[in-house]
């Protein structure tokens, strides 16, 4: 269901990717300067021409690499070739177990995760690129495996909606991390609360696709 992404950047391309990812989410692009990036990176000035054009093209690269990192995890969550209705929905609770474990157990989504968000605060460049090679694809395979658990038309508004909401609680619970631990009395959300997270979101998966038609 989920293509393999392209290999991750490697030596001082990816130093600077991950310095632009770090900075970019913290400070916002415009507050953050080239020889601060490169001194992050442990590399020259010069390198971010070199690599990528401009600081601009250093921000593309982060988008790209935020779609690529994003699309590993759903590829590393997904399971066995689907061909049944049954089978589709297995794959939907595999993906948000796989999701909810990587988005709030991984070091990694908290690598990525800020820079986004920036992104969409500031309405910059970087979200066009993450729609194209990463939201939209990803977002067409989610409602095909919709489609085929419900016997639905994929690409249905009714479709495409359900799907939004799915990945919307997700999402949630990796922005409001913090409240949520904060409300469930938990000192962290750890790999027993994501468990409990995961069990709550599929539950609400079944519930959705029983209305929806189910198998």
């Not at 690599?51 to 690499?65: N, V």
Request: glycine share 12%.
């Amino acid at each position: 269901m989920v293509e393999s992404p392209l290999p991750p950047p490697e030596g001082t391309r990816r130093a600077l990717i991950d310095a632009g990812l770090r900075l970019f989410g913290q400070q916002g692009f415009a507050a953050t300067p080239v020889r601060q990036l490169a001194t992050e990176a442990g590399a020259n000035i010069a390198a971010i021409a070199y690599h990528f054009g401009s600081k601009d093209g250093l921000r593309l690269a982060c988008a790209e690499e935020f779609g690529r990192r994003m699309a590993a995890a759903m590829l590393a969550a997904s399971g066995a070739i689907v061909g049944t209705a049954e089978d589709a929905r297995e794959e939907l609770k595999r993906l948000v177990r796989g999701m909810m474990a990587f988005l709030l157990g991984s070091s990694g989504a908290s690598e990525i995760v800020p820079f986004m968000l920036r992104e969409l605060a500031e309405g910059g460049p970087g979200i066009d690129a993450v729609y194209t090679g990463f939201a939209e694809p990803t977002h067409r395979k989610l409602c095909a495996l919709w489609g085929l658990a419900t016997g639905t038309d994929p690409e249905a508004d009714a479709t495409r909606l359900a799907v939004f909401t799915l990945i919307g609680q997700l999402m949630y619970f990796r922005i409001g991390r913090d409240i949520v631990a904060r409300r469930m009395g938990w000192a962290t959300v750890d790999a027993a609360g994501i468990a409990q997270i995961a069990d709550r979101i599929t539950r609400n998966l079944d519930a959705m696709l029983d209305t929806d038609g189910g198998p």
